[in-house]
């Protein structure tokens, strides 16, 4: 296993488009995360899932944003009619239940113009 | 609420200048702390996860140690390649299996 996977890496949009994106976990893990980060900033929570189930949503995520776990396997994250203020780096992290330790994908740069 | 606080910001090193960075935090119940380096548009790589206070754990120039408010990253004799951005995180006992990072500090060594 080559460890967390993310697609697509760049994105530019234009301002009002939907955008989805992928994140492939390691495969044993059942936690998945998805956090936001901007230049000069920490990530930031958006939601986790274990298996299947999305246990939970930060407050300060727009319901223009969702994200599915299908399955259990990999997460999708949709933001829909994007605004400038979108655009940041979204990072997919998991974990397992035996350890407490979460492994960061490479990351999805969205670009909205 | 959970909250982490690092510092300084941003750190200039001479090769070989060790120094100290600093990660406080306030949750109601450490479930576990975690250091991660991140490089320039890349996402953040574990280091290390420290669990209760007194423990350390060390990785090459690397030595993470915790008390009951804080953590210090320790870089021993640093190199250039050790430039980047160090973030801290924390996770709660509460329930949630959230982590909850700070801002940062970027780290860049001279030669």
């Known amino acids: 296993d080559t460890g967390v996977s993310q697609d697509p890496r760049h994105k530019i949009t234009k301002r009002g488009q939907n955008v989805t994106f992928r994140c492939d976990p390691i495969?044993?893990?059942?936690?998945l995360y998805w956090y936001r980060q901007t230049l000069g900033q920490g990530p930031e929570f958006l939601t986790y899932?274990?298996?299947?189930?999305?246990?939970?949503k930060s407050r300060l995520l727009s319901d223009r944003f969702s994200a599915e776990r299908p399955k259990g396997s990999f997460s999708t994250l949709e933001i829909q009619r994007t605004e400038q203020g979108d655009s940041a780096m979204y990072l997919c992290?998991?974990?397992?239940?035996?350890?407490?330790?979460?492994?960061f994908g490479q990351g999805t740069r969205l670009t909205v113009v | 609420e959970d909250q982490v606080t690092q510092s300084p910001e941003a750190l200039r090193l001479q090769e070989g200048e060790s120094s100290s960075l600093n990660c406080s935090y306030t949750?109601?119940?450490?479930?576990?702390l975690f250091w991660y380096r991140q490089d320039p548009g890349k996402g953040p790589e574990f280091l290390f996860t420290?669990?209760?206070a007194g423990e350390e754990k060390e990785k090459e120039r690397l030595k993470a140690t915790l008390t009951k408010k804080e953590s210090f990253l320790h870089i021993t004799a640093p190199k250039p390649e050790d430039s980047a951005t160090y973030l801290c995180?924390?996770?709660?006992?509460?329930?949630?299996?959230?982590?909850?990072f700070g801002t940062g500090t970027r780290l860049k060594v001279l030669a």
């Open positions: 995180a924390v996770q709660d006992t509460s329930g949630t299996y959230k982590y909850i």
């Open positions: 420290l669990y209760s």
């Open positions: 949750v109601s119940g450490l479930r576990g």
């Open positions: 992290a998991s974990s397992s239940e035996s350890n407490t330790e979460a492994f």
């Open positions: 899932f274990q298996n299947e189930a999305q246990l939970e």
């Open positions: 495969s044993e893990h059942n936690r």
